[in-house]
Every structure is written in structure tokens, then in C-alpha cells.
């Protein structure tokens, strides 16, 4: 159960990747972490003789094939994907372009796709591996100025949980990792980006929300490097979980979707049962 693996992971040059490449590390595990700057992959993890960095960005088909490619060259197999890559694209829906939100679906939802799709094929002549796609309490409940982002990893969440179904003959696993509030970079300026059309209706609104947003920026009550240390103990175990509520307020979300589904469902249960066919 605690044999040494090898460990893809993206965004490994900043926020939570770092931590979780170091922790996989520490517990004695071979790992390749990748990011769209090496240099700053390098820069945040130092030298080791376990660690492979290479260049990868995940909205890039290529790339990602071409990172297991390097990574069976000189690991010979990949164990677990870590899907980290991530940004945040914050505002109003109206305020979000086009442009704003496909981009946001690239990385966060097409961009994990494109990842396993290319760590899928070595991992099934293997008959084993795991996936961990890092979502969040935006894949389980909606929330104002999240539009685009809980729009993908909402995507996330049903992909994965299908995804899961498919490849388990195979002996894939798969593990949904839903954080709080975390202090990581996400909220900062390198991961953060803003709508950039303007409407009368939300101005207030908006100028209030980046300015709690940006004052909650190193502020978050989750800590990474305990986060990280957990999937690494999870990621042991013979059968991960599907799901993994990360942090209190991540339990007290999953608790609370699960309260208002069972309200919903009951709320008009007769006439929800009564859409059957006629059998006269």
C-alpha cells in the first residue's frame, strides 16, 4: 500500500501543486511536475533526485502527450495524475466575455481532459492507476461571481464520476478532491482574472466583491501542505475515495447540497411520480 509511485502532476509551479509535489516527495514517491514555465516549476521545488520537471500546458493536446511520453521514458509507468492546473476567471455572468468563459472552460475543464485522455492508454495496458482532479465547493453548489468557474467544475464533477464508471474494469480509480477556502494563490493576481465588460446593474456589486475577494487573498483558513499530505495518504489507500471534501467548510457544503436536494426532491414528490405513462 505504501510502495513507491510515480507521480504526474500538473501546475506544479505554484499554489497547491507545489505542495502536493513536495509531499509526494517526502513520502518517497517519483514525481514529474509540470508547468507552463519550467522555470518556475524548477524554482519552487529545487533539485531532487525523484523529481522530473517538464514543460506542460494542459489546454495543449501535444504537450500532454508529450509529457507521458517523457515521463515513461524515464519512470517506465505513470501511477497517479494529479489534474491541479487551474485559474480563476471571477464576476457576474454578464460581466464575463465569451472569450472569458471558453477560456476558463479550456483550462479547467477541457484541460484536464486533455491530460488524461493522454495518461488513460499506458495506464490501462497496466490495469491500474489512479486520477485525482482537484475540483472545489464550486463543483457541488453554485455561488455569485462564479459563474464560469463553478460552470466548469460542475463539468468536472459529472466527467470525472462518468469517467470513473468506464474505467474501472481496468483497475483506474479515480478521486474528486473538493477544497474549501485554501490559502493558495488562487485569489492573486497571477491566477485571477476578471470580467472585463462593464454593467450599470452590477457595478456596486462588482467593485465590493473583488475588494473581498482580493482582502481574503492569504487569509484562507485551509492549509495546503496539510491538504497536500492527505492525498498523498489517500492516494495509498486500495480503494481512494470518490470524493474528498477538503476542509471543514468543504464537509459543511457537501452537507448542506445534500439537505437541499433530499428539500427539492420531496417538495413535489407526488406530482414528480405521478409522469408516467397511462397504463390504460
Known amino acids: 500500500m505504501n510502495s513507491k509511485k510515480v507521480w504526474l502532476i500538473t501546475g506544479a509551479g505554484r499554489g497547491m501543486g507545489v505542495d502536493i509535489a513536495r509531499a509526494a516527495l517526502a513520502a518517497g514517491h517519483d514525481v514529474v511536475a509540470t508547468g507552463r514555465d519550467i522555470g518556475k516549476v524548477r524554482k519552487a521545488l529545487g533539485e531532487h533526485e525523484n523529481l522530473l520537471v517538464l514543460k506542460l500546458d494542459v489546454t495543449i493536446p501535444t504537450d500532454a502527450l508529450a509529457a507521458v511520453s517523457a515521463t515513461a521514458e524515464r519512470f517506465g509507468h505513470i501511477d497517479v495524475l494529479v489534474n491541479n492546473a487551474g485559474n480563476f476567471y471571477g464576476g457576474f455572468f454578464e460581466e464575463l466575455s465569451t472569450d472569458q468563459v471558453r477560456s476558463q472552460l479550456e483550462t479547467l475543464l477541457f484541460g484536464p481532459m486533455n491530460v488524461t485522455r493522454a495518461v488513460l492508454p499506458p495506464m490501462r495496458k497496466n490495469r491500474s492507476g489512479?486520477?485525482?482532479?482537484?475540483?472545489?465547493?464550486a463543483g457541488i453548489t453554485g455561488g455569485v461571481f462564479c459563474s464560469a468557474y463553478a460552470a466548469a467544475k460542475f463539468?468536472?464533477?459529472g466527467w470525472m464520476e462518468?469517467?470513473?464508471?468506464e474505467i474501472a474494469p481496468f483497475g483506474i480509480r479515480t478521486m474528486l478532491v473538493e477544497p474549501g477556502f485554501f490559502r493558495t494563490d488562487l485569489l492573486g493576481d497571477e491566477s485571477t482574472i476578471y470580467g472585463e465588460l462593464s454593467v450599470d446593474d452590477y457595478a456596486a456589486r462588482t467593485t465590493e466583491t473583488i475588494a473581498n475577494w482580493k482582502s481574503m487573498n492569504g487569509k484562507q483558513g485551509g492549509d495546503p501542505a496539510k491538504l497536500a499530505d492527505a492525498l498523498v495518504k489517500l492516494a495509498g489507500e486500495?480503494?481512494?475515495p470518490v470524493r474528498f471534501a477538503?476542509?471543514?467548510d468543504a464537509v459543511q457544503t457537501f452537507e448542506s447540497k445534500a439537505n437541499a436536494l433530499l428539500a427539492q426532491a420531496n417538495a413535489h414528490r407526488e406530482l414528480s411520480s405521478s409522469l408516467s405513462h397511462s397504463t390504460e
Open 130 to 137: 489512479l486520477l485525482i482532479t482537484i475540483s472545489s465547493t
Open 155 to 157: 463539468g468536472v464533477e
Open 162 to 165: 462518468s469517467l470513473a464508471l
Open 238 to 240: 486500495h480503494e481512494p
Open 246 to 248: 477538503a476542509g471543514a
